[in-house]
Nanobody, 117 residues
Framework: QVQLVESGGGLVQAGGSLRLSCAAS????????MGWFRQAPGKQRELVAV???????NYADSVKGRFTISRDNAKNTVSLQMNSLKPEDTAVYHC???????????WGKGTLVTVSS
């Protein structure tokens, strides 16, 4: 089992910045990919950015050039630096991890990001 705990959400004006962090615990040896998904009211959960243990990244087109994902394998953390935030970035952001044991997905409870116009 893997536990994920997010921090860093909040309210920010359009054009501002926020940094999200996620700490993993439990069977961390089994984790390969970590990252962030988000879910806005009335919408499906969508990928924001993911990063492998080796550092390969993948971003949603909507956040490319504005968001940066990073990972500290020694501390078992993944972070998301969000710049130039837009009202459409408002959502609950969930930390994600994928285990190489059975390919199981793990999710954090989420942290709310609200961007005011």
């Amino acid at each position: 089992q893997v536990q994920l705990v997010e921090s860093g959400g909040g309210l920010v004006q359009a054009g501002g910045s926020l940094r999200l962090s996620c700490a993993a615990s439990g069977s961390i040896f089994s984790i390969n990919t970590m990252g962030w998904f988000r879910q806005a009211p009335g919408k499906q959960r969508e990928l924001v950015a993911v990063i492998t243990r080796g550092g390969s990244t993948n971003y949603a087109d909507s956040v490319k050039g504005r968001f940066t994902i990073s990972r500290d394998n020694a501390k078992n953390t993944v972070s998301l630096q969000m710049n130039s935030l837009k009202p459409e970035d408002t959502a609950v952001y969930h930390c994600y991890a994928n285990s190489i044991v059975g390919g199981k997905d793990y999710w954090g409870k989420g942290t709310l990001v609200t961007v005011s116009s």
